[in-house]
């Protein structure tokens, strides 16, 4: 937490409390030397925070939990390989199956652009870093021409760029591709794709569907589109081997609407720090000093209803909108008439500019009447932002007892709340400590992950993997013990 600590001198604290850097040591048992050192750094509020400072640094470095989790991979990867190994089924014993998995459905990588290229991004690699091998089927127009990207393959197909025609004619020609290689499992995304997941089931392959959201009460499609992704709505809990959904909500409308039990896999995000600011300079913005808004400038996003709401306040600080239109450029046309000094509407951000906009700011504003589980609500939660979202279920599910809400479509309530937070830093900074908290416990992307590792090896059954049959755990328990006493014999 960047705090300079304060310890009795056990031996073994001297490791992260060290030379005065990151805090002082006192004699166990000294109540003088202990309030002394209290008094001392108290008195010291410079030096106090360059040891905070100093001491999530050392965290950082030498005691992150991803890198201990990778250290100890590799630890149980090398003893495993170090096994006697005489016979193909025992030699399958020391490590897990590795599955050739393809992603289709979505625009591809490098460029996220929506929540299934972000899930493409962080569930692939990690995937890939288990050791699984993944296609990751991308449109040639919107994934650079490369072969691979952070362990992924990258697999480019031609598409028609037109809104109603580009996700079908691309899932098609990917779907019909996947159909002749070797492929254990195939994951599709979206409702729109879900129409496609019985075709390689006729191949001998294992289909996923993830459900983001209800597509068809999007407002940018049609009569006859809606209606194909109603379709859609029905294939995905009907035609894949398996189902997963991303919110307790979805989870109980597939319940209650068809009776069925689709798997419930959350989406995820990572717990980040603060960055140093420098492009949000450049943008004329202050850390902590404005509100943000993060993701696509379309109706159901209701970003104008944030601007109402934020028109009406006399404040310093700043309203930021970072995102892009979706085949609704009349609609983000028209919140551009409102940029200001006070209002500044960007068109999308990423990387390192994305990472330092979104742990900067004062608070996270998701004003949308549709969602499924809103990437940006959770990376803002992740970062350490106080966020205030409407009341729908999917933001309910994440955001209660942990940030705030105000009543759908409500500008009189938003504004209220956006009143109330702005003038009360206390209150944001005990929502943030909750988010945090709520984050950590269960939708960090390594968990995430894992969770959807485990549906495909169960869906999978154990079967034959690299020319391998598994056995079954006690099986092999017994079967490592009898070489055991063999060896030792």
Request: proline share 4%; glycine share 8%.
């Amino acid at each position: 937490m960047g705090r300079a600590v304060v310890a009795s001198d056990l031996g073994s604290r001297r490791e992260l409390v060290y030379e005065g850097k990151t805090g002082l040591l006192f004699r166990p048992g000294d109540i003088e030397g202990l309030a002394g050192a209290i008094a001392f750094l108290y008195e010291r509020q410079d030096m106090a925070q360059q040891m905070g400072a100093a001491g999530r640094e050392l965290v950082r470095e030498r005691h992150d939990p991803q890198a201990h989790h990778e250290t100890l991979q590799r630890l149980y990867e090398r003893l495993a390989n170090d096994q006697p190994q005489t016979t193909t089924s025992y030699s399958f014993a020391g490590r897990k199956p590795e599955l050739k998995i393809a992603f289709i459905g979505g625009r591809g990588v490098v460029s996220k652009y929506s929540g299934i290229e972000t899930y493409y991004e962080e569930v692939g690699k990690r995937l890939a870093e288990m050791g699984h091998e993944v296609t990751v089927y991308c449109r040639n127009y919107f994934t650079p021409p490369r072969l691979e990207h952070n362990g992924m393959r990258l697999l480019r197909l031609p598409t028609i760029r037109s809104k109603h025609l580009e996700t079908v004619v691309h899932t098609l020609l990917s779907t019909v591709h996947v159909a002749f290689t070797r492929c254990d499992i195939v994951h599709y995304h979206a409702l729109g794709p879900a129409l496609f997941a019985f075709l390689p089931r006729l191949f001998g392959k294992k289909t996923v569907v993830t459900v983001q959201g209800l597509d068809w009460q999007r407002r940018k499609w049609g009569r006859i589109a809606s209606a194909v992704l109603r379709l859609g709505e029905q294939a995905a809990i009907r035609l894949p081997n398996c189902t997963m959904v991303v919110s307790r909500t979805l989870q109980e409308y597939y319940r209650n609407n068809y009776g069925a039990e689709a798997l419930l896999v959350p989406n995820g995000t990572e717990a980040r720090e603060v960055r140093e600011p420098f492009h949000i300079l450049k943008w004329g913005l202050k850390p902590g000093q404005y509100i943000l808004f993060l993701g696509r400038f379309s109706p159901e996003k209701n970003c104008h209803l944030l601007i109402e709401a934020f028109e009406r306040i006399h404040t310093s600080v700043k309203l930021v909108m970072a995102g892009g239109s979706s085949y609704s450029d009349a609609y983000a046309n028209a919140l551009r008439q409102h940029q200001n000094g006070k209002i500044r509407l960007l068109d999308w951000v990423s990387g390192e500019a994305l990472e330092e906009l979104l742990t900067n700011a004062m608070l996270f504003v998701l004003p949308s009447d549709l969602e499924g589980l809103s990437l940006a609500l959770l990376d803002a939660m992740g970062a350490g932002v106080c966020v205030l979202a409407s009341d729908i279920p999917e933001n309910r599910e994440l955001v209660e007892e942990a940030g705030f809400m105000f009543k759908r479509g409500d500008v009189d309530d938003l504004e209220r709340m956006l009143r109330l937070l702005i003038s009360d830093p206390q209150v944001r900074e005990e929502a943030t400590r909750s988010a945090r908290k709520r984050i950590r416990a269960r939708y960090l992307w390594p968990q995430v992950t894992g969770e959807i590792e485990s549906a495909y090896l169960k869906l999978m059954d154990w079967k034959e993997l690299a020319g391998a049959e598994r056995l079954d755990p006690t099986t092999l328990v017994s079967e490592k013990k009898s070489r055991s006493r063999a060896d030792a014999s």
